[in-house]
């Protein structure tokens, strides 16, 4: 173990080193990649040399995602805190279901939860488990909505026409969900957003009467608290006036920017978020914990116990339930992901996650403030968000990201509101200091200018095929 060990301290340390003279990885064009790498598998193994060398190989040519130049995902950084955590989760390979495999990592795993629900304001009978993704957070938040409106579902199918709403700028996973619980994609409603990206309420009662005539039984309303593209927050404390008077499971979607909670400044854009019946966030975005570290908390930890325990006798053996995590998760076997939060969050406070959280929303503050004091560009996003959205003279947004990524330059995605494409850059990399943001755009700037003639060119053959 010790040579491997040794290893990757050599391979990490000769990438961080690489990263920081290219920040962009070398682009290798998809039909290029197996000419590029060795990455067959043969019967006979590989001498140590080899080995090293294609490994080294492979990583160096993988997609850089804790550089300055990295801006495409909704993730970006490397915590070192974090990352020891991660490491740590990795050599230990304990599996999160019960006190007797997993031990110590147990009470991480709690006092996570614990503390994410008192700082909701929750009281005892709160509870949450950790899931692979927020995708997954949201499935099981769908499952204990579906279950808390009616046990039947669980034993003898669906027998209710169940009605999920949602806005049309929340997560795909949405529908998906639907679809996977039974209840159908075709009975997930879209609220529609305003000019910012968030639920209009006026129409959401209307929506729900008339479900409710048509025979239809509403049961889940997710919120988002911070919208793919625009970073968009729903208001929380009125939608639960609706929930309220419906009796409808309140789910708000954090992945992307639900760790405002810690946050004293920017905790008002989830206002009520006390009130829901179910709430989860990903430490791995705006938190920068390696991938993944995927929370869910609900108000009722009852309904975690209704929708995901199980008898089984060959696995819960020892200790109370309260120990034997696998009784609220939607997985058996389970990695620990919440060690990497854990060492993070002990190492700077609670009050280090609060600046964490007020750093990412500042350099949003200063890639908008460029924007609006430079004509050759148009804003598309608001205030108060970590997602930057703009054009620059006028070029179509798609040509320029996907340029800057062929040539090395940068990594940064576009997106879509209304009709309107344009780049997205989100400010989620803790590490980033306010320079990185400006040279972003100074990279962008120089690099159009150099290749000008490449944007003619994508402009022309756009118009030859239209
Ligand atoms: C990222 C994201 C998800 C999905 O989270 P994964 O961990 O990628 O599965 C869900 N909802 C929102 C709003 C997100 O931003």
Redesign the pocket.
Known sequence: MKSILDLFHRISNELLTDEKEHPVAPHIPSTELYNTLDLSLKSGPLDEVAFEKVVRELAFASTRTATPGFFNQ?YGGRNEKAVLGELLSVILNNSMYTYKAAGAQVGVEKVILKEVCDTIGWLNNSGGTFAA????T?FMSMLMARDAAGQKARHQGMQDKMIVYTSKE??Y?IPKNAAFCGIGRDNVRYIPTDLEGKIELSGLENMIKQDIAEGGLPMMINL?A???VLGAFDPVRAVNEICKKYKIWMHV????CGSVLFSKKHKHLIDGIELVDSFSF?A??MLGTPL?C?IIVVKNKKHLLESFSNDASYLYQTDSDGFNLGQTSLQCGRRNDALKFWTLWKSVGTDGLEKIVDHLFALADTATEYVRNNEDYTLYSYDETIAVCFNYKGIPARDICTLLYEHSELMVGYGSFKGDEFIRLTTINGQNEHQDILNFFSTLEQFVEEHAYLFEQQLAEQELAV
């Open positions: 909704l993704g927020g995708s997954m949201n929340s997560h996973s988002t911070g919208t793919t979607d954090g992945a992307y990903n791995h975005k993944s995927s």
